[in-house]
């Protein structure tokens, strides 16, 4: 049974950063695809950005060139760095796992992972 832990959220003025960190208890088999999601207050839950075992990344536009996703296998940790925020960042992020390689359509789904953390709060203020 593998069980992520999502850390690092906090509260942030615009144009500041934050490093989310996930870690994932118990060997997660190969091929695997981690993700992030998240879900602002009143909003569905959104998928952020995804990686896959080899390192190929994928993220949803209103991201892409501020938001990094990454990997430490040796730790079994993902991390996602968030830089220049915005107060629309704001929401509770989630990291999930997939048991299986990262779906071909680059759309990302909650219906495609497996497991999921409990979330962790993401704050930005104008």
């Known amino acids: 049974q593998v069980q992520l832990v999502e850390s690092g959220g906090g509260s942030v003025q615009a144009g500041g950063s934050l490093r989310l960190s996930c870690a994932a208890s118990?060997?997660?088999?190969?091929?695997?695809?981690m993700g992030w999601f998240r879900q602002a207050p009143g909003k569905e839950r959104e998928g952020v950005a995804r990686?896959?075992?080899?390192?190929?990344?994928n993220y949803v536009d209103s991201v892409k060139g501020r938001f990094t996703v990454s990997q430490d296998k040796p730790k079994n940790t993902l991390y996602l760095q968030m830089d220049n925020l915005e107060p629309d960042d704001t929401a509770r992020y989630y990291c999930?796992?997939?048991?299986?390689?990262?779906?071909?359509?680059?759309?990302?789904?909650?219906?495609?992972?497996?497991?999921w953390g409990q979330g962790t709060q993401v704050t930005v203020s104008s």
């Open positions: 118990g060997y997660i088999y190969s091929p695997y695809c």
């Open positions: 990686i896959s075992t080899d390192g190929r990344t």
């Open positions: 999930a796992v997939r048991f299986s390689s990262c779906p071909w359509w680059l759309l990302l789904r909650e219906a495609d992972f497996d497991s």
